[in-house]
């Protein structure tokens, strides 16, 4: 029995194969039928990487925290409530958004946060001093021309599990543990 409420709590190699392969289906749909990318499938950040990413990006409550791809919208709203920090979370899917204004309501933050039904490959983020992603590499490796164009020199870039590529290697990798005891990769970019 105890195996069987381990095994579903936490998805095994097999699960988070099919769950890529799923991704990339619905990916592969999207552009298929001209409709607006998903640049990844929403999978939750778990709170205490959320926290570690916050943390990794050095924020405080002067910082403007952008997540693109915000899903439920746990980061930004994190960093209103910890830091004091405005944040703004941008997702395609409608429902998501909705879900996350609801969340920041709940957390009491909704005046530090926004939220926008937008596709992040063409987002204005120049507003932004930390980015935050959980996207897969190709999704990435996609939006670095428009992080480097319109980010300002001192603003950072955090990604959870995922990199730039090799030709921009991150300024800091941190490597770690989670709550969960999954072994998460976080990748850090400062602009100059």
């Known amino acids: 029995m105890a195996t069987k409420g381990v095994a579903a709590e936490c998805p095994g190699p097999g699960m988070m194969a099919r769950m890529l392969r799923v ?16 640049l990844a499938p929403f999978i939750a950040t778990p709170e205490d990487v959320v926290d570690r990413m916050l943390v990794l990006a050095g924020v405080t409550k002067d910082d403007v925290v952008y997540d693109l791809g915000c899903g439920d919208g746990r980061i930004p709203i994190a960093a209103a409530k910890k830091y004091g920090a405005h944040g703004v979370g941008i997702d395609i899917d409608p429902k998501r958004i909705e879900e996350s204004k609801a ?27 930390v980015v935050t992603l959980y996207l897969l590499s190709s ?18 870039i955090v990604s959870h599990a995922f990199s730039m590529g090799s030709d921009w290697p991150a300024d800091k990798v941190d490597q770690f543990v989670s709550a969960r005891g999954d072994e998460v990769t976080l990748y850090l970019w400062r602009l100059r």
Do not use: I
């Open 139 to 156: 999704s990435n490796r996609a939006l670095r021309p428009l992080l480097q164009r319109q980010l300002k020199p001192g603003a950072r």
């Open 103 to 129: 969340n920041a309501k709940a957390a009491g933050v909704e005046h530090l946060v926004r939220f926008r039904v937008e596709n992040a490959l063409t987002a204005d983020v120049s507003a932004a001093t």
């Open 23 to 38: 991704g990339l289906a619905v990916m592969a749909a999207f552009l298929l039928l001209g409709l607006p990318q998903n």
